[in-house]
C-alpha cells in the first residue's frame, strides 16, 4: 500500500477569495476525486483549526493499492484541475509518499 501526504500553506487572499475560502474549495474539490479517479482507496482533506507559524493550512492524505495507481491519479485529468486550483492559491507544498 502507498500513503500520500501533502500539506499546503496557502495566500492570504488569491483568486479573489480569502485563505478560509480557497481553503474550503481545495477540500470540497479534491474530496470529489474519489468519484472521479479510479484508484483512490482513501482520501481525506482537513483544514488546519490552530494558527501557528510552522502549521500548514491544508493537509490530504490518501491511499492506493501502488505507486502505479499514485500516478495515474496524479496525470488524471479530474486531478489536474485540482492542480491547477492550487497551484495559483499556494505559497509552500510539502508531500510525503510511503509505502507500507
Not at 4 to 12: E, G, S
Not at 19 to 39: C, D, F, H, S, T
Not at 57 to 78: G, I, K, R, T, W
Not at 93 to 100: K, L, N
Amino acid at each position: 500500500m502507498l500513503k500520500h501526504i501533502v500539506m499546503w500553506r496557502l495566500k492570504d487572499e488569491a483568486e479573489g477569495a480569502t485563505k478560509a475560502e480557497n481553503a474550503k474549495k481545495m477540500k470540497e474539490m479534491l474530496e470529489a476525486l474519489p468519484a472521479k479517479v479510479a484508484g483512490v482507496l482513501k482520501l481525506e482533506v482537513g483544514i488546519n483549526v490552530v494558527e501557528s507559524e510552522t502549521c500548514s493550512d491544508v493537509c490530504l492524505y490518501s491511499e492506493f493499492n501502488n505507486l502505479e495507481e499514485m500516478d495515474a491519479y496524479q496525470a488524471h485529468p479530474e486531478h489536474q484541475k485540482c492542480v491547477a486550483f492550487i497551484k495559483m492559491v499556494v505559497t509552500e507544498r510539502r508531500a510525503t509518499d510511503y509505502e507500507c
